[in-house]
């Protein structure tokens, strides 16, 4: 009499993607003068399980990474704000998806207006 074999669900075999399993961000406000504020941040992911199609094709984990950011905003009028952003101050190579690289160091520039 032949016995069932017993499978492994197709669930059990795949690994949840792009998803860290620990992730952590600090910020901190100055306000050295009244119109002036500064908000430096430092963001930390872990390693992630990313799927690789082709050659070789399967799972590999991606590393951990930290990042350095930091936001300075000036208050021009009392409903007008510009700031300046930037992002991965010390230029960290990193992937979020394996053989996608994130950008480096970015700035952003912005004005608003509250009404």
């Not at 799927?51 to 070789?56: C, E, K, L, N, V």
């Not at 991606?62 to 409903?79: R, S």
């Not at 930037?86 to 996608?100: E, M, S, T």
């Not at 480096?104 to 009404?115: L, P, T």
Request: charged share 20%; proline share 8%; net charge positive.
């Amino acid at each position: 009499m032949n016995q069932p074999q017993a499978t492994v669900p197709w669930l059990l075999t795949r690994r949840v993607t792009t998803t860290p399993r620990h992730k952590a961000f600090v910020y901190a406000r100055w306000q050295p003068l009244e119109a002036l504020r500064v908000i430096p941040n430092v963001e930390y992911t872990s390693a992630r399980w990313s799927f690789r199609d082709g050659p070789p094709s399967g799972y590999l984990m991606t590393d951990n990474f930290v990042l350095l950011n930091a936001k300075v905003e000036y208050q021009i009028a009392p409903d007008w704000d510009i700031s300046l952003a930037a992002r991965n101050l010390l230029d960290k190579d990193y992937q979020v998806v394996d053989g996608f690289p994130q950008e480096g160091r970015s700035f952003v520039v912005a004005a608003r207006y509250q009404f």
